[in-house]
């Protein structure tokens, strides 16, 4: 099995209900660790071109950087949690490079951390 990885960093705020209680507004360094993962390699010797996933990853991010994610789709509505987060990026992440990927490779995973040491993981 081959993995790359690909990470983008954005700054956003959110407000978390937790237990009913709603925090008060804070901002974070988001970091996203995009995994593609597949057993085979193409012509060229690669997974995938990580140039692909990066530009795709980075507009997807788009709308969040330095914004409120509780004011942002898919999040109002929505508690707008690091694992909703990783959830929403992989979902799109998939959507857009599924005919680039397909048959040999795969979205695996997105990794988000909010801070050094807090980390959630949507894997598919």
């Known amino acids: 099995m081959y993995e790359i990885t690909v990470e983008r ?10 237990a009913g209680q709603r925090e008060p507004l804070h901002g974070h360094n988001f970091r996203v660790t995009a995994t593609i993962a597949g057993e085979e390699l193409d012509h060229d010797g690669l997974l995938c071109d990580f140039h ?3 530009a795709v990853l980075k507009e997807i991010c788009r709308p969040f950087v330095n914004a409120n994610l509780n004011d942002v789709e898919p999040f109002i509505g929505l508690n707008p949690t690091a ?3 990783a959830r929403h990026i992989a979902d799109q992440l998939t ?7 397909a048959p040999a490779a795969r979205v695996a995973s997105v990794r988000v951390s909010e801070t050094t040491g807090c980390t959630a993981i949507y894997r598919r």
């Open 95 to 101: 959507a857009s490079l599924d005919e680039s990927l």
């Open 52 to 54: 692909t996933v990066n």
């Open 9 to 18: 960093e954005f700054c956003a705020a959110h407000a978390l209900s937790v």
């Open 83 to 85: 694992e909703q987060i």
